[in-house]
């Protein structure tokens, strides 16, 4: 039997252990579940014969490596601070590790290890970054069997409502950790267009939106996300006049979330005494200067911001419940805790509605060698969730991860070291399977004059 260790039951978690679980009576798997809330570690398990869920703290040194050391590979669906951890214990026992949350120079500074032991260390594994590194690297390979040359590429994802489900005024639900939501645009971004680059320190990132036509959903907004200018070598684009990575999100979302960056509620820094007893118009004034001007805290805010009091960003302020008088009443610390908690009770995906994930790729084509002329190359992925059911995110997150568990623990997957997932023996079988859920690219190829 084999043993398989889930570290983390949230939000994007639960397909990822139905995957297993599916499977594992067919392989002879046993999947254990460890999560600090015990509650919804039993919830994803649903009493399956072949499953248990465990209290468990990464930080505890003994479980840790207990856990891990008794498994023959690890799924780490827990938070990016604790990846390194993960995998240094990992490497130490040499188990493999299959992780969603994005690689750094500490996870490239164990590949040597990693080889040594013979086992894989895979980030990235997920939606976004996952599947669209696949998705690009397979178009990537066959324009490049054709003879093409990319000479413009740009990626977008994002997690939002459905069309037939915008039941907020935000026209955004929580379907992942409401934290990443809150820190978005936390370290800047930059990116490489008409072969110049462009930087964006982290408090201008949601002033600095596009629109854009996407077939299927109509005028969305896109803004650069983290740092694009790795995919120019990542993948290959040494020559290409523009990379681009970038986040979607309904028309709206941005120019209201660049105000709550402005007033500072993304704010992880400083600690604030007994806010659990404040309300949500006490520490929105915490943010204002001394002087400020105006009748009541939704003047001041206007004025701070010197945006209308009356207009649309006001009112999603208002119906956010920055200006109530509501006591904040969970025990949290600092301004970006209280808005992670805020955001995940306002912006809650009900049962009757539905999230919705997006990926879409769009390159410009040059084929230097022949006398094909330029083509644009555009490739769309939009996919449902289910009402009262598995959301798009768990499954487009879990789904990917849980393949790979599968490719590795039926030894049809002979890579070892560091890996993101752009090797073909990950892309391809891996893309196959997602297409059989549904989980595949809308492509459409244009010639270019």
């Known amino acids: 039997m084999k043993n398989i260790l889930v570290l983390g039951a949230g939000k994007s978690t639960p397909y990822l252990i139905h995957y297993l679980l599916e499977n594992a009576e067919n392989y002879d798997w046993f999947v254990t ?3 600090r809330d015990l509650n919804a570690a039993q919830e994803s398990i649903k009493g399956h014969p072949r499953g248990v869920a465990i209290l468990f703290d990464i930080n505890d040194q003994e479980m840790r490596t207990s856990q891990i050391s008794k498994s023959d590979i690890v799924l780490n669906m827990l ?9 240094l214990t990992c490497v130490q026992y040499g188990k493999h590790m299959i992780s969603v949350s994005y690689e750094d120079a500490r996870i490239r500074d164990i590949e040597k290890d990693a ?23 397979s178009m990537i390979e066959d324009i490049r069997n054709r003879g093409g040359v990319v000479t413009s590429f740009e990626s977008y994802g994002g997690g939002l409502p459905a069309l037939d489900s915008l039941i907020n005024p935000l026209k955004y639900v929580i379907s992942w950790n409401p934290r990443n939501v809150v820190m978005a645009g936390e370290s800047g971004a930059q990116y490489y267009k008409n072969n110049k680059i462009k930087i964006i320190p982290h408090h201008y990132v949601f002033q600095h939106s596009w629109p854009m036509e996407i077939d299927g959903l109509g005028q969305m907004e896109a803004y650069p996300n983290r740092d694009s200018l790795n995919y120019k070598s990542l993948y290959g684009f ?23 960056v402005r007033l500072g509620l993304p704010n992880e820094q400083q600690r604030i005494p007994d806010l659990k ?51 904040i009443g969970v025990n949290v610390s600092t301004a970006a805790e209280a808005m992670t908690h805020l955001l995940g009770k306002k912006l809650e995906l009900t049962d009757d509605a539905r999230d919705m994930v997006v990926l879409v790729h769009r390159m410009h084509v040059k084929y230097p060698k022949t006398q094909k002329g330029d083509e644009e190359y ?9 009402r009262g059911g598995f959301t798009a995110m768990a499954k487009s997150v879990g789904l990917p991860a849980g393949i790979v568990a599968k490719l590795l623990l039926t030894d049809q997957l002979p890579l070892t070291g560091c890996h993101i997932p752009m090797h073909p023996a990950i ?8 297409a059989e859920f549904g989980l595949e690219f809308s492509e459409k190829v244009v010639p270019k004059k």
């Open 79 to 87: 938070s990016p601070m604790f990846q390194h951890q993960v995998a």
């Open 33 to 35: 579940v460890a999560d």
């Open 277 to 327: 007893n404040k309300s949500w118009s006490d520490l929105t004034e915490m943010f204002l200067p001394l002087n400020s001007i105006g009748p009541d805290i939704t003047q001041r805010v206007a004025n701070f911001l010197n945006i209308s009091p009356t207009g649309q960003i006001m009112q999603n302020l208002q119906w956010l419940g920055l200006f109530s008088d509501e006591k």
């Open 238 to 260: 040494e020559n290409a006049e523009t990379v681009i990575r970038g986040t979607l999100r309904y028309p709206g979302w941005s120019e209201t979330w660049f105000q709550i």
């Open 378 to 386: 555009n490739a769309t992925m939009i996919y449902n969730g289910e």
């Open 115 to 137: 080889q040594r032991k013979g086992i894989l260390i895979l980030t990235e594994m997920g939606l976004d970054p996952g599947i669209d590194h696949m998705a690009a690297a």
């Open 427 to 434: 892309y391809r079988p891996v893309l196959k399977e997602l």
